[in-house]
């Protein structure tokens, strides 16, 4: 699967073709971030496997869409869902939802996120296939682009947060869900008018299938052993799919035995015999598994931030002059901090970052996680300050059992989501560029899902850590009242296991191997090289 066509005109991709991706990208998560990414899984799967990244992102845009207007006809139309509760508090009656009024519902919800995630799988990989990373200035170019990427994305999500909580606040449900559909059409359109300017990728093999027959095919050959003097299969053809050979390396060498030769007729694309460029394939995915999951804690921080600083907002002064922020409008402050920081940082930090450490992108993409994580514990620890003096302005004020909003604004919960804004900087655009850029040519939009996972992994793994939490403490969080709760335990609980978790983090990106990418000329096609294992290598595995 090629990272684009062969030979391409000069004229197409490079910063202008990325204009688009980023409207795309500002618009769907402008409609997304209002209403999050396991099911980037298989939208990458379909673009690295069937689909061009632009055909991907049109076809699940689209998906998309219904799913919107799905929840914007049954939010309209009252006979499709439930009547509203009758009566007050205790004595209220509400009606239950029918199966047909569920399948309703959840058939818009899970569209909406199938046609979310296969977007946010193929989009960034799309913009990024505009930027050949052998020519060295369109490689620097690259990570400034994953920089604007996380600005389009930040644009979008602060519209979301404030214009369309607005509007289903005020307007109803329906209202909105029918602007998110617009709002993705209108993406998606932007995204058509920019497509004679891309470097488009041809789909020719599914790098996903190609991994399973390497597991499946080392466990066939477990007996083989590199003292035996097999060799390992390699060929160099474009009609495989094989845009780039990767050279073999020492890690995981059980799965060599994929790639070694019983005899000379064994046969390539077999369930039988792997080539050594699709074990390192399979090796890249095993080894970005301790990265990606070290970083899941960090969003799991930011799911308890999201939902805790939201509670604690309904306790404070929210309001700006005569205007009253929504409670749930709150995320918009670390966004804000996003919104003004990425030009900075790509214009004037990135810069003078390259001319101390002579690297292009200033710092290597696993250094930008680590600072990330460092931030994110700060914010934790800041967080647990900030909560202990709004306890004590509640008690000191007489508010504890008290609804009224304390004497104190909302925008002391502005420093620990600011920071944590700024962490998310950091290791969000680390993490997809560091998996563009480590992932195969053929899985590259797998490689930029995965980066989505942490995400969705931190949140599905939030409640788990809050029920936990509350069992072995006692209950720190089992009280309808942030006053009388122990809130601020838990943000500290949370700094602590963040330094574990950093600890694990730099053992994890000290001991990844970066890839290795074999050069070959434009000639090398349906030339079959067979490399010998040296006699004495172990392949115990």
């Known amino acids: 699967m090629g990272k684009f066509q062969s030979k391409q005109p000069q004229s197409l991709g490079g910063s202008r073709a990325t204009l ?49 207007l799905i929840l914007a006809t049954q939010a309209h139309l009252t006979h499709l869902r439930p009547q ?5 508090n205790m004595d209220q009656h509400c009606e239950a939802a029918t199966t047909a009024q569920q399948a309703i519902l959840f058939s818009g919800l899970y569209l909406v996120a199938l046609g979310t ?21 369109e490689a620097a170019s690259l990570s400034s682009y994953f920089n604007w990427l996380m600005f389009s994305y930040t644009l979008g999500a602060i519209i979301g947060v404030t214009f369309l909580v607005w509007i289903s606040s005020n ?31 041809v789909p020719k093999r599914s790098a996903l299938i190609g991994i399973i027959q390497v597991f499946v095919v080392a466990v066939r ?13 390699e060929i160099h053809d474009k009609e495989t799919g094989h845009d780039e050979t990767l050279q073999r390396t020492d890690q995981f060498k059980f799965l060599d035995r994929a790639a070694m ?24 995915l095993v080894r970005m598994l301790p990265i990606i999951l070290s970083t899941v804690f960090m969003n799991t921080c930011l799911a308890q931030l999201q939902t805790f600083s939201i509670q604690q907002s309904t306790t404070m002064t929210r309001k700006i002059g005569s205007f009253e922020m929504p409670g749930p409008s709150i995320p918009v402050i670390p966004l804000l901090f996003m919104f003004i920081l990425i030009p900075i940082y790509d214009r004037f930090f990135v810069p003078v970052a390259r001319k101390i450490t002579g690297i292009p ?19 934790m620890a800041i967080s647990g300050v900030v909560e202990t003096h709004r306890k004590k302005v509640a008690i000191n004020h007489g508010l504890v059992d008290s609804t009224d909003p304390l004497p104190m604004s909302v925008f002391w919960l502005g420093i620990q989501y600011g920071i944590f804004g700024i962490a998310d900087m950091f290791t969000l655009v680390g993490l997809l560029e560091f998996f563009y850029a480590e992932s195969s040519s053929g899985m590259k939009s797998l490689g930029t899902a995965i980066s989505w996972c942490s995400l969705a992994f931190g949140y599905y793994t939030s409640s788990v850590v809050v029920n936990v939490v509350n069992k072995a403490s006692g209950g720190w969080l089992s009280s309808n009242n942030l006053n009388r709760d122990r809130l601020e335990y838990f943000y500290w609980l949370l700094a ?13 990106a000290s001991w990844y191997k970066y890839k290795r990418v074999e050069e070959k000329s434009e000639d090398c096609i349906e030339k079959k090289i067979d490399v010998s294992i040296g006699k004495n290598t172990s392949v115990e595995g």
């Not at 991706?21 to 997304?32: C, I, S």
């Not at 869900?177 to 990728?201: D, E, K, P, Q």
């Not at 050959?221 to 299969?233: C, D, F, I, P, V």
């Open 221 to 233: 050959n477990r007996k083989l052993r590199a003292s035996e003097g097999h060799e390992m299969h």
């Open 171 to 201: 307007l109803g449900w329906d209202w909105a869900f029918g602007i998110c559909a617009m709002i993705v059409a209108m993406g998606i359109f932007c995204l058509a008018i920019g497509h004679s300017t891309y470097r488009t990728n």
């Open 20 to 68: 688009f991706v980023f409207a795309m990208g500002a618009l769907d998560t402008m409609a997304f971030i209002s209403n999050a990414f396991l099911l980037t899984l298989f939208g990458g799967f379909i673009s690295d496997s069937y689909f061009s990244r632009f055909k991907t992102c049109v076809a699940f845009g689209c998906l998309e869409i219904v799913g919107y």
């Open 261 to 284: 030769k019983r005899n000379s007729e064994d046969p390539s694309g077999s369930w039988k015999l792997c080539t050594v460029t699709q074990v390192e394939e399979a090796k890249i």
């Open 117 to 137: 995630g296969g977007v946010k799988a193929a989009l960034p990989s799309l913009g990024a296939d505009q930027f050949d990373d052998r020519d060295p200035e």
């Open 496 to 508: 602590g296991m963040s330094v574990v978790n950093f600890a694990v983090y730099l053992l994890c």
């Open 84 to 88: 509203p509760c009758k009566g007050m």
């Open 361 to 379: 992108t200033g710092i290597t993409t696993l250094q930008r996680v680590a600072v990330g994580l460092v931030l994110s514990t700060l914010s």
